[in-house]
């Protein structure tokens, strides 16, 4: 019995610690692990080779990924997804592990809807956004990267009476803004999610600022595309001089926490022994109110991640 792993889509810190826990307890499982790089374009041009330990040794504290990763345009083609088919078969391999996030996923529930394929996912992603699951791998080592800026900014801020908009990552979810707004005390956060209305946003600031506030810390998801706007407000409308931090793709790398590595330890193992004892496998691994568990991948693709309620309240109550 043959296994492989893959990273699909954007990186996140944790999937070398995945990576490792694969290797190692596939080999004690009795089974051969495979490494497949550069992501479902190294699938359809067969960057398959079988793993060692020696592979794995040292990388758990590393962020990024080993056997790094794609976004891959002719994976939408049918006759590149046989070509990645049969080369799984050269090699044998009938069990793959896929660390990615909802693109990746979207790409195996048709893959696996037009070959016999036998797979589980492992949800990888900064964004958190994911159907089904509480979190994905990469989550809390970027918001204490994100927590590490804010502290730094805040710090400039107060000494100079300004504000500053703070731009991060998260596609089209405002999980990472909203969780960094409560742990930073931000006075404004503005996600996708929420319509931004700043006429109540103006009364409380500016009454804040003449009972002595002299600096505001505003986060802004990227996923909303009101950066611009917010900046414009802050300058104009509550008449603060702003300056702006956009975060960038620092936010992906960094060495791994400890809540990520124990992630990837446990998202591994339920991955690896369910398809130990199952050959029709279409599944994700999640994590949910505390407890792991594996869903249909159609189920986690036809579903959109909602923010959970108390995450939106949390927006009122921000000072």
Same mark, same amino acid.
């Given at each position: ?5 893959? #990273? ?23 089974? +051969?692990?495979? *490494? ?19 592979? &794995? ?17 002719? /994976? ?22 896929? *660390? ?49 800026? *804010? ?21 089209? #979810? ?14 404004? #956060?503005? &996600? ?9 946003? +103006?009364?409380?600031? $500016? ?54 590595? *124990?992630?990837? /330890? ?37 579903? $959109? ?15």
């Amino acid at each position: 019995m043959s296994f492989a792993i893959m #990273c699909s889509g954007g990186d996140a810190p944790g999937m070398n610690p995945a990576i490792k826990k694969f290797v190692d307890y596939v080999y004690k499982k009795g089974s +051969t692990p495979y *490494l497949i790089y550069d992501g479902l374009e190294g699938l359809i041009d067969k960057k398959i080779k079988k793993a060692t330990h020696s592979d &794995v040794s040292g990388i758990l504290h590393n962020g990024g990924t080993i056997i790094r990763s794609s976004r891959s345009k002719r /994976f939408f083609e049918h006759s590149y997804r046989m070509q990645a088919y049969y080369n799984l078969k050269e090699f044998g391999i009938t069990k793959l592990v896929v *660390l990615g996030g909802d693109g990746s996923f979207r790409a195996m529930q048709i893959f696996s809807s037009e070959f016999e394929l036998n797979f589980v996912g492992i949800p990888s992603t900064i964004d958190n956004d994911i159907y089904g699951t509480d979190y994905c791998l990469g989550v809390d080592t970027a918001l204490n990267v994100i927590r590490d800026a *804010l502290d730094k900014i805040r710090d400039t801020a107060s000494s100079f009476s300004r504000a500053f908009l703070v731009e991060v990552m998260g596609r089209d #979810c405002g999980y990472l803004a909203i969780v960094s707004s409560m742990i930073s005390g931000a006075e404004v #956060c503005v &996600v996708p999610e929420v319509a931004f209305e700043p006429k109540e946003l +103006t009364k409380r600031l $500016k009454d804040e600022m003449q009972n002595g506030r002299n600096y505001i810390l505003a986060i802004v998801a990227e996923g909303s595309k009101k950066t611009t706007e917010v900046f414009n407000w802050l300058q104009d409308d509550i008449g603060m001089e702003t300056r702006v931090s956009i975060l960038g793709h620092i936010q992906r790398g960094g060495n791994p926490t400890v809540y990520d590595r *124990l992630m990837a /330890f446990d998202f591994t193992i339920i991955a690896v022994d369910h398809l130990l004892v199952n050959n029709n496998s279409n599944k994700i691994a999640v994590y949910k109110k505390g407890e792991f568990g594996l869903m249909e991948i159609e189920d986690v693709v036809s579903n $959109k991640y909602q923010l959970p309620k108390h995450y939106l309240d949390a927006l009122n109550l921000l000072d």
